[in-house]
């Protein structure tokens, strides 16, 4: 897959979450813009091979903000990150106005969490800019019965969205959306068979100390990991994490060890 100058094959590889938020559900991955050019330094020195940058919360229960209010948190820590590191950055939107304004700031991919089916223009905004784009599955109402025939029935809708808007096909990624209109059971019976999600197209995976994994935010690193270790054992080609260099370090031994 191409985001920016760089390719990803052969390898699962680290996305590091920088959050311009000030109510994203893991406290320690919020920034502002004069603390995220350390946070994303330090991402790098970790491992993290793309940042991936928010500025809505979309944890449960989450209060929406606008797309202006987006891109009043973003633009100054996108334009400071991009002038001061050489890596590919994406861009956690569902907004093509916010995208808009991200990818004419230099952001490389964005991150649609509706899968670009919330905004009508998002694909075409993504496809003008010649960027790269991770499509999530997700839905109104929790999903019942067999969750796989859903979910890639509605991957591959929007996988139609992007190419008909002229997105390149390997500028694309595919997104399960683990803990978005799902449940415990379902979210885990997801992540152990991410492969059946694979229909031509590279898979990332978000399970960075999600609630599925029970407790407080804070101790669920342990769990993070060993979903991490899971989707390198299926080659996932992303996982999108807070702990960068924990991360990192499983995805090094499940590949050392195959």
Not at 113 to 120: C, E, M, Y
């Amino acid at each position: 897959m191409k985001i920016g100058n760089s390719v990803f094959e052969n390898y699962t590889y680290v996305m590091a979450i920088i959050n311009l938020t000030p109510d994203s559900f893991f406290a320690p991955s919020r920034n502002d813009e004069y603390g995220v050019l350390k946070a994303v330094e330090r991402a790098i020195e970790d491992g993290a091979a793309v940042i991936d940058i928010g500025a809505q919360s979309t944890r449960p229960d989450y209060s929406e903000v606008s797309a202006d209010e987006e891109i009043s948190r973003l633009v100054r820590p996108l334009e400071l990150i991009k002038k001061n590191f050489d890596i590919p950055v994406s861009v956690d939107t569902y907004f093509s106005k916010c995208a808009k304004t991200a990818l004419d700031a230099g952001a490389d991919m964005i991150n649609d969490v509706w899968g670009l089916t919330h905004d009508s223009d998002m694909a075409e905004t993504v496809a003008s800019h010649n960027a790269s784009v991770c499509i999530m599955h997700n839905a109104k109402d929790k999903l019942s019965g067999d969750i796989f025939p859903q979910i890639t029935s509605f991957l591959k809708n929007s996988v139609s969205i992007a190419l008909n808007a002229g997105i390149e096909k390997d500028k694309i990624c595919v997104d399960g959306g683990i803990g978005f209109a799902k449940d415990k059971e379902q979210n885990f019976l997801l992540l152990n068979n991410y492969e059946k999600l694979n229909f031509g197209y590279p898979l990332l995976i978000g399970t960075s100390r999600k609630s599925m994994f029970g407790g407080k935010v804070e101790d669920r690193l342990e769990a993070t990991l060993e979903s991490t270790r899971i989707a390198a054992k299926k080659g996932v080609l992303f996982v999108r994490v807070h702990d960068v260099k924990e991360n990192a370090e499983e995805i090094r031994k499940v590949y050392e060890h195959n």
